[in-house]
């Protein structure tokens, strides 16, 4: 019998081991679309961490990646 997968359960970015290292590249993409969405100017220097919250809070106010 094969197990299913089981959904990665979601982290605090707060807990991340490597939180505080700059955002990635894809993260930088993706915040430039949503700010340009949202009508913000893209933020610049963030810590992954910092930028996962901050794509969360424009995807809310985006409606984006909601289902």
């Not at 100017?41 to 984006?64: F, V």
């Amino acid at each position: 019998m094969v197990d299913s997968p089981q959904p990665n359960p979601e982290k605090d970015p707060e807990e991340w081991t490597t939180g505080d290292e700059p955002m990635t590249g894809p993260q930088r993409s993706y915040l430039r679309t949503l700010a340009q969405e949202a009508g913000e100017e893209p933020p610049r220097e963030l810590t992954k961490a910092e930028a996962s919250e901050k794509i969360e809070q424009l995807q809310r106010e985006t409606g984006r990646g909601t289902d």
